[in-house]
């Protein structure tokens, strides 16, 4: 997040939280994703977080089918795709690293709808009307970002 915010000049600290924190109730909700992100949400209001980043917390979850508003609920939606599919990359390699990916190998698997069959295609594809930037530069950024927090990653 900390990246994209960089390409399209928005608040780096911000975005940055929003992708830190969307994930925050997983471990509450992970056996009711309908309730996934509106239990962070909650926890999240009550606090001095930016309005902004707690909505698109909370609108992240596609089950809820809220719209998305903001740049930062776009992107933060669109990311989080592009990241499972650069972890389960990651893990099928040899050495199971990030650093042993690139922009082709990911995009090989991109293409390949059996692969990481949950992440959504479509999702990420989105990236290009909503953030104007190519599928490909988005997995450049969070290559380059993950590989930045690769050892916090455990990748």
Same mark, same amino acid.
């Given at each position: 997040m900390r990246g994209l915010a960089r390409k399209l000049d928005e608040d780096e600290e911000k975005w940055g939280l929003a992708g830190l924190l969307h994930d925050l109730d997983w471990e509450q909700t992970k056996d009711e994703p309908s309730r996934h992100s509106l239990v962070?949400? /909650?926890?999240?209001?009550?606090t001095?977080? /930016?309005g902004e980043v707690a909505l698109a917390i909370k609108r992240h979850n596609p089950a809820h089918k809220l719209e998305l508003e903001t740049l930062l609920d776009k992107a933060l939606y669109s990311a989080e795709e592009i990241t499972g599919l650069l972890t389960a990359c990651a893990l099928v390699q040899p050495e199971k690293k990030l650093s042993a990916l690139t922009r082709e190998s990911v995009m090989k698997k991109f293409k390949n709808k059996s692969f990481a069959a949950g992440v959504d295609r479509e999702v990420v594809k989105l990236v290009e009307p909503w953030l104007g930037i190519?599928?490909?530069?988005?997995?450049?950024?969070?290559l380059e970002e993950m590989n930045k927090i690769s050892d916090e990653l455990g990748l």
């Open positions: 962070a949400y /909650d926890i999240l209001e009550k001095d977080l /930016d190519s599928v490909e530069e988005l997995v450049d950024i969070c």
